[in-house]
Nanobody
Framework: QVQLVESGGGLVQAGGSLRLSCVASGSIFSINDMGWYRQAPGKQREVVAAITSGGSTNYADSVQGRFTISRDNAKNTEYLQMNSLKPEDTAAYYC??????????????WGQGTQVTVSS
């Protein structure tokens, strides 16, 4: 069993910053891609950023230049640094990880979500 636990969400004024963390624990052999998604009320979940095990990153156009995804492989942890936040960034943010349980079994796990609210 693998658990992903997010932290770092909260209420911030427009233009402010927040840093989200996501720690993976449990039966982990290794972790492949990791990512952050978000879902606003009434909208579909959308990808925000992703990072490979080697550190290559991709971002949604809406957050490019404002958000930075990173990871610490030794700690099975990923981060999302969010700067210049806008009210439209308000959403529940979810982390996910593509986990190798062993050399043969691979599963994708999700965190429970953390709320980010940006006031204007």
């Amino acid at each position: 069993q693998v658990q992903l636990v997010e932290s770092g969400g909260g209420l911030v004024q427009a233009g402010g910053s927040l840093r989200l963390s996501c720690v993976a624990s449990g039966s982990i052999f290794s972790i492949n891609d990791m990512g952050w998604y978000r879902q606003a009320p009434g909208k579909q979940r959308e990808v925000v950023a992703a990072i490979t095990s080697g550190g290559s990153t991709n971002y949604a156009d809406s957050v490019q230049g404002r958000f930075t995804i990173s990871r610490d492989n030794a700690k099975n942890t990923e981060y999302l640094q969010m700067n210049s936040l806008k009210p439209e960034d308000t959403a529940a943010y979810y982390c996910n990880a593509d986990v190798n349980i062993n050399r043969r079994v691979q599963c994708v796990y999700w965190g429970q979500g953390t709320q980010v609210t940006v006031s204007s």
